[in-house]
């Protein structure tokens, strides 16, 4: 038989967020972006307001916004051929460190600790 392993679930990553929907809200996923797992940090295009992507490490050419991270994702979207609405925690929660998906070039503490911190400035406390 053969073993399964369950990937990360949605709103795993919160442990607490402020009343009603002030926590929450809806964006775009380009196409292109690939699927998004739910916990991933994303980060604001500035050239496109409202739509996001995972927060790479430093300035990527054409995604220009998006290294400064906002936002994570709650629920898993697949933006691979088309743009996905999806919603982000953009305000005012906790989240479990562990459980949070970073980019590919987020690949040390340090540059991980940089993300939590920009988190912190929009109100997302990681724990």
Request: hydrophobic fraction near 45%.
């Amino acid at each position: 038989m053969e073993n399964k392993v369950m990937g990360p679930r949605p709103l795993e990553f919160i442990l607490h967020e402020g009343d009603g929907h002030i926590s929450r809200d809806v964006a775009k996923i380009p196409a292109g972006t690939g699927k998004i797992l739910p916990g991933t940090v994303l980060g604001e295009l500035t050239a496109a307001k409202g739509s996001f992507i995972p927060s790479p490490a430093a300035v990527v050419a054409g995604k220009e916004g998006a290294e400064k991270a906002t936002a994570i994702i709650c629920y898993g979207v697949d933006a691979t051929d088309s743009d996905a609405e999806a919603v982000i925690l953009n305000v005012h929660a906790e989240v479990k460190t562990g459980l949070l998906i970073f980019d590919a070039s987020v690949n040390d503490a340090a540059k991980q600790a940089a993300k939590l911190e920009q988190l912190r400035a929009v109100h997302i406390k990681a724990r």
